[in-house]
């Protein structure tokens, strides 16, 4: 997806038509099309002006795929087990250096022994109630509790409750190769 297939995305969403842009532009309808068809790049002046003929920020028009909003619904998410005590882990998406999972963690279950990666997370106890330990530190949390800690020291966790724990972390990696 090029610049002007957002441009072309942005004045379908917005009801426009190519000729109503021009209007707002006072560039041809013959320009905008080679524009909506990548066949032709426009200068930045020239980007700024139909931006702000489609109340966009310029900004967005020039992102690529890849780094647009991204949509994954709760049938399309991207699951794994983990560990033999099988914690169930949904994969709720990342940009760039950040990713966040959602960790199902039945009664009793753990991460079996304490584990190391890159990496810096932040953990949010949804349900259930959870005990973390990384070095001389620990915690017995519970639900509406959080905590941190960088991964690459060795750290631990348990479902010490009798239900299911939900934990949903987020991981800051340094490159996004790391992830």
């Not at 995305?9 to 013959?30: D, F, H, M, V, Y």
């Not at 967005?60 to 890849?66: I, T, V």
């Not at 020291?153 to 992830?179: C, M, Q, T, W």
Request: proline share 3%; aromatic share 6%; net charge negative.
């Amino acid at each position: 997806m090029g610049i002007g297939c957002n441009i072309r995305a942005a004045r379908k969403r917005k009801n426009l038509s190519i000729q109503q842009i021009c209007e707002r532009t006072g560039l041809s309808q013959g320009f905008m099309s080679q524009v909506e068809n990548n066949k032709t790049s426009p200068s930045i002046a020239t980007l700024d002006s139909i931006a702000n003929a489609l109340k966009v920020p310029l900004a967005f028009l020039l992102l690529k795929e890849e780094e647009r909003m991204q949509v994954i619904r709760k049938d399309e998410r991207r699951k794994t087990v983990y560990g033999k005590s099988n914690l169930q882990v949904d994969h709720l998406g990342g940009q760039g250096n950040v990713k966040m999972m959602l960790v199902d963690m039945p009664p009793g279950s753990s991460t079996e022994e304490e584990h190391a990666h890159a990496g810096d997370e932040i953990h949010y106890i949804l349900e259930g109630t959870v005990y973390v330990e990384q070095g001389e530190d620990s915690a017995t949390l519970e639900a509406g509790d959080s905590f941190s800690w960088r991964a690459a020291i060795p750290h631990y966790a348990k479902n010490v409750g009798a239900s299911n724990a939900r934990v949903l972390i987020s991981v800051f990696l340094e490159a996004e190769n790391d992830a």
